[in-house]
């Protein structure tokens, strides 16, 4: 036989949406003895309005907190990667390369790529005297510095024209 | 221009004529090819001494290092 009075007792009104429903569907306070005053669904239908309502507000906070972040995260990868090279040396690099065919070349068509955009002394070198077709191992810091403004004229001409 | 880091000067003050609209792409363009013939000129320089183990001093270059 079921026990009317403690299924009654174990009902409760929830004050949101004013159903009667039973103990189990309300949540616990973080107490974990009381329960609360509304039902499971209202809780997570608050919940859910409530992150809706804050969405932009803490995307923005996380894409703030992204951007003051990603220059140190780059400068600490930047920082470990010299360290890792001045302890091993340019072998472990050419080891490297050569264990990572792939990889090395997809990294050296990012590095030219680089340099193509920013004109760096490396690509601007590279141009001038390229290491495998050239005997030319230190080319002349004015010749590059040379190379370069040509270059940015003959870029800036095709841009006006 | 008699050396390299005159012409360096001449094409830094061409691009930043070029930058304001003082002179003309065309203008520009022929002075940066001029320049270019001068550049690949006393590379091909720079490579033969290199290719000759040699180092003497490029007149063209001497100026500047």
């Given amino acids: 036989m079921i026990d009317v009075l403690a299924v009654e007792r174990s009902m409760k009104t929830c ?3 004013g159903k009667e429903k039973p103990a189990s569907d309300y949540r616990l306070h973080s107490d974990k003895k009381t329960v609360m005053r509304y039902c499971n669904d209202c809780h997570l239908a608050k919940r859910r309005a409530q992150h809706a309502a804050k969405r932009e507000e803490r995307n923005a906070q996380f894409r703030a907190r992204y951007a003051a972040n990603a220059n140190g995260v780059k400068d600490k990868m930047a920082a470990a990667r010299k360290a890792k090279y001045a302890k091993q040396g340019r072998a472990a690099l050419i080891a490297w390369a050569a264990a990572n065919p792939e990889k090395a070349a997809e990294a050296q068509r990012k590095k ?8 760096s ?19 002349p810091t004015v ?5 370069r403004l040509q270059l940015m004229i003959e870029r800036e001409c095709r841009e006006k024209r | 221009m008699k050396n390299a880091e005159e012409l360096r000067d001449e ?55």
């Fill in chain 1, 112 to 119: 030219m790529k680089r340099g193509r955009e920013r004109l």
């Fill in chain 2, 11 to 65: 094409l830094a003050q061409t691009f930043a004529q070029l930058k304001a609209g003082a002179i003309k792409p065309s203008e520009a363009a022929e002075l940066a090819n001029l320049a270019g013939k001068m550049i690949s000129s006393a590379k091909v320089q720079v490579e033969y001494f290199a290719l000759r183990k040699e180092s003497p001093r490029i007149k063209f270059l001497e100026m500047a290092e």
């Fill in chain 1, 15 to 17: 004050t949101v949406c």
């Fill in chain 1, 143 to 147: 010749l590059i510095e040379c190379k």
């Fill in chain 1, 121 to 139: 002394d490396y690509y601007v070198r590279r141009l001038l005297c390229h290491p495998e077709r050239s005997a030319v191992r230190k080319v």
